[in-house]
Structure formats: structure tokens, C-alpha cells
């Protein structure tokens, strides 16, 4: 198992110790909601939670992120001299 699934799996039953997906026996107020409401929380948690934070976290990526680090790769593989010449040229 890798270390984003381990994380993935620790996140997903942190959630679920906060929305109390265990308390299936308790029946009234929040509870009775969160019980009608568990397959469709479970299968947001399982299916759907993963996708939706990869969507919104990159939208919080610079512009041109990707780019610059494709630009390091092929300046690290030309042979910069230095590691000044690699951040001038990036910073250009």
C-alpha cells in the first residue's frame, strides 16, 4: 500500500469518526439525518471526495506550474551548469 493510500484511508476514517458513521443505534435529532443519510455520505467519502479535492486543489496551482517543472526537467538534462543558471532561466 503507498503512502497516498495510507493518507487517503486515514482521512476517509477521520471523516467518518466525525460524522459518527459508527452511531448507527443512535435515533434521534442529527443522528436520525446522518442515518438516513449514510450509504449517500459513505459513497461520497468512497467514491467521490478523492476527485472533487484533486479538482479544487488545482485550481489553486500557479499558472504555468506544470510548465516551469517540464522546463527544470529539460534545463536539469541539458546540463546547467549551476543551480543559478537553472533558477535565472526559469525565472525568465
Request: charged share 35%; net charge negative.
Amino acid at each position: 500500500m503507498s503512502t497516498s493510500d495510507t493518507k487517503r484511508d486515514q482521512l476517509i476514517t477521520k471523516l467518518k469518526e466525525m460524522f459518527q458513521m459508527d452511531q448507527a443505534d443512535l435515533d434521534f435529532g442529527i443522528y436520525r439525518i446522518m442515518n438516513a443519510k449514510r450509504d449517500e455520505v459513505e459513497r461520497f467519502l468512497d467514491r467521490d471526495l478523492l476527485p472533487t479535492l484533486r479538482t479544487t486543489l488545482e485550481e489553486f496551482q500557479p499558472a504555468g506550474l506544470a510548465d516551469k517543472h517540464k522546463e527544470l526537467a529539460c534545463l536539469g538534462r541539458s546540463g546547467a551548469s549551476n543551480r543559478h543558471d537553472v533558477y535565472i532561466s526559469s525565472a525568465i
